[in-house]
């Protein structure tokens, strides 16, 4: 029964410092790219309406977004599931939108203008 419970631990500690392992790192690339400085606030809040809830981003946001680049949005994407008040949103769900969000911006600012 002893190395149940040691093994139970031994697999806790695994499990916690793998977490926090993948908090650091997302931290560290966050303040080594400067990602919380690129985008304006109102345009934050627009792309995390569109991932985490549900919404459409205007173009100037999607070119901040663009900007901002798709390591750092990412990233945030990441941490912020690690947040515990998104804990019960589908991780899956939420990258796939992010992936998606991230496609679109991409093929809007990338698109050539209509000529008039």
Known sequence: MASFNVYSVLVVLFITCGAVMATKENDRI????????????????????????????SNKCCGELVVL??????????????????????????????????NNCLALIDSPSPST
């Not at 400067?34 to 459409?56: A, H, Q, R």
């Not at 390591?71 to 990258?95: G, M, Q, W, Y």
């Open 30 to 57: 966050i303040n080594e790219n400067n990602c919380e400085t690129k985008m304006g606030l109102p345009c934050v809040l627009e792309v995390f309406t569109s991932i985490f809830e549900t919404g459409s981003i």
């Open 69 to 102: 680049g798709k390591v750092c949005h990412s990233t945030l994407v990441k941490r912020t599931l690690e947040n515990p008040l998104f804990k019960d949103l589908s991780p899956a769900t939420i990258i796939a939108k992010s992936i998606q969000t991230w």
